[in-house]
């Protein structure tokens, strides 16, 4: 039994039962950050706040949206943004930080490629990030049905469709993640549960796990350089400051993410309060009509470089039907990035301008999922339909192929 003796304070009470100031010190006190890092490394507290955003403005919102397919669009478009006061700042606070938080998203996961943070014992770093992209991804898309547009109702159409190539239960499957032979009330119900309650707690969890697995391996540095955390913390706790090359996560750097933030913000609602339609597509303020189709059907623009995927293979190759051929690219481009410890042969850890083939293949790859998201808009005719095809080929050759081949050669180069 723990020995308590007269507390002192309040805080010594509490400190004596539940070790506040030991747990302090390892979430933040005496949690340690390299010093050689830049503003980039702040992507991840700008994260925690938006998805904070979203989850107190979804409450909000939730207070009066019908998840019912004859009132789920009234409720929006009319009690929401015009008879509920304020209801359509927290719609618009929602809709943009539904939208920019995948911006942050792909920054932190191409600044993680880019300095090779997916390396050297940080693979568990990695793997519970990309699995927060998947979960996000689902929330997303189930959140994007609940206004009950025509848009929200042909992409629901479309995406639970796929689930159809499933060989023996592919037809079931479709089925029942609709709750009906078509989308209609039941699969708006169940996208709903999915997005306020089930994800939103997966979510939660994940975030934690993410957390977690940074307390080991420690946070990258622009360098890349290796750094014995606990000498170097050594040296701070010992007033050596200066020549230490690490600073605890609270003061020095969780202060200057605040800053960062602050500036953050300061752009975030410039978007919510003048641009704010660029998160929300025209024709999704048009009701839900199953009887009339949309003349191109496309999904947010976060998701437009993965739908370029589906589309791209428009011809049967042998057996294999072009839709078959499209799901499976579609469903690899998901999770590939997963894979990037697998794919990456190299023991160099380095920011990719040290990395000479590793440099010219992570531009490529940018390039090559700007072209998939802007043709991704673009009706898949003519010219377009080829530039799909060829930039699709080219995403998955250069995870696949390109970059296994330039590391390896890496890997032997430094041997």
């Known amino acids: 039994m723990a020995h308590i003796t ?5 805080r010594d009470w509490f400190d004596q039962r539940i070790a506040l100031t030991k747990l302090w010190n390892v979430l933040a006190g005496q949690y340690w950050i390299p010093k050689n890092i830049n503003f980039l490394w702040a992507m991840g507290v700008v994260l925690t706040v938006l998805f904070t955003l979203l ?21 929006v478009n009319y009690t929401i943004m015009k008879e509920v006061e304020y209801g359509w700042l927290w719609r618009h606070i929602h809709a943009v930080a ?37 979960i996000f991804s689902a929330e997303a898309f189930s959140g994007y049905m609940l206004p009950w547009g025509q848009m929200s109702y042909w992409a629901a159409q479309v995406i639970t469709q796929l689930f159809g190539g499933i060989p023996f239960i592919g037809g079931a499957l479709v089925e029942w993640i609709r709750g009906d032979y078509a989308v209609s009330d039941p699969t708006l119900t169940r996208f709903f549960m999915l ?23 420690h946070v990258n540095n622009l360098e890349g350089e290796e750094i014995d955390f606990e000498l170097e913390a050594e040296k701070y706790l010992k007033g050596d400051t200066v020549n230490s090359k690490v600073i605890p996560f609270w003061p020095g750097f969780l202060s200057k993410d605040f800053f960062y933030v602050s500036l953050f913000m300061i752009f975030f609602f ?46 049967d190759i042998g057996p294999l039907k072009a839709a078959d051929i499209g799901a499976l690219a579609m469903a690899f481009a998901g999770i590939s990035l997963f894979f990037m410890p697998l794919y990456d042969r190299s023991d160099v850890v380095a920011p990719a301008h040290k990395r ?29 339909a080829w530039i799909g095809f060829f930039s699709s080929v080219g995403f998955l050759a250069l995870l696949l192929v390109v970059l296994p081949i330039i590391t390896i050669k890496e890997r032997k180069a430094n041997k």
């Open 6 to 10: 007269k507390a002192t304070s309040v």
């Open 55 to 75: 989850f107190i403005s979804g409450l909000l919102l939730l207070m009066y949206y019908k998840p019912d397919a004859n009132l789920a669009f009234d409720s």
């Open 98 to 134: 539904a939208s920019v938080i995948f911006l942050i998203i792909y920054i932190h996961a191409f600044v993680g490629i880019y300095y090779g943070s997916y390396k050297k014992g940080r693979e568990m770093i990695w793997i519970s990030g990309m699995l927060l992209f998947l």
């Open 195 to 217: 997005h306020v309650c089930l994800l939103p707690i997966v979510i939660i969890m994940v975030i934690g796990v993410h957390f977690y697995t940074l307390r080991i391996p």
């Open 270 to 315: 410039y978007l919510v309060s003048f641009h704010f339609n660029f998160a929300m597509d025209p024709i999704n303020f048009d009701p839900a009509n199953a009887a009339k189709t949309p003349t191109h059907i496309y999904p947010e623009w976060y998701f437009l470089w993965q739908y370029e995927i589906l589309r791209g293979f428009f011809f």
């Open 356 to 384: 000479k083939g590793f440099f010219i293949w992570f531009w490529l790859l940018i390039i090559d999922l700007i072209i998939l998201t802007v043709y991704g808009k673009l009706p898949p005719t003519g010219f377009n």
